[in-house]
């Protein structure tokens, strides 16, 4: 229980999240992606040894990832826009299309079972590794993004699959844009600016979900959103995302691909060993 742990036991957890914290950042800025996969079982295990119960861990922990990610996100889209990279248009079409499927995503997760997100995780995250790692500029189907409408559709599936998925929609966008012809650079670019939205909605959306379940929540948590968490993790990952996306802009497009991919891939393996 909270007051039962060791103090040696609560450094080595403080450490865990200030290390998951830096992680974080970096993968943040480098892939335009939030970094949940780190967050959360980091979070979980921590939770854990604090004799949070079980039926609202998973829960805390992924409200308190939504919202640690919040300034992760700004920093790594403002170092990015500052390069020139960002597609202002995408940003306008998808962001409010996304934030719908986010709040579709979860009101979803309040009924199905965990297992649905981890096989969407696993099988959307694989496809787009092997669409990098092997299939090249062959997938591509234009050289041009398409109308309105289209965009519109695309932008509500990011969303949805990135709430499905736990994450903040970074990886479904690097695949949609780079489908259309845009540079990794571009994609990882522009979804770090989606991501803003869309972990600002999910935050406040957990945060709402949460205050009935307050009483089975830890001291300090408001809602499904642990401030304990959020004040340790994120002043690391927020300092450390310029640094993940300056590298970006340093490496060339296809080593970047084989990065991302192989981020990808080690993050499916680990889902797909849950499932076991």
Known sequence: MIFGVGLSEIAWLAAAI???GVITGVLAGLFGIGGGAVIVPVLYEVFRVLGVPEEVRMQLCVGTSLAIIVPTAIRSYLTHRAKGLVVPRVIRLWALPAVIGVACGAAIAAFAPAVVFKIAF??????IAVKFLFAGDRWNLGDELPGAVPMTVYGFGIGLGGSLMGVSGGSLSNIVLTLYGKSIH???ATSAGLGVPITIVGTLGYILAGLPHQAALPPL???FVSLIGLVVMAPV???TAPYGARLAHRMSRRTLEIA?????LLVSLRFLLSLV
């Open 18 to 20: 200030v290390v998951a």
């Open 122 to 127: 696993v099988v959307i995250a694989t496809f």
């Open 186 to 188: 571009q994609a990882v």
């Open 221 to 223: 948590s408001l809602g």
């Open 237 to 239: 990952s927020s300092f």
């Open 260 to 264: 991302f991919s192989i981020f990808l």
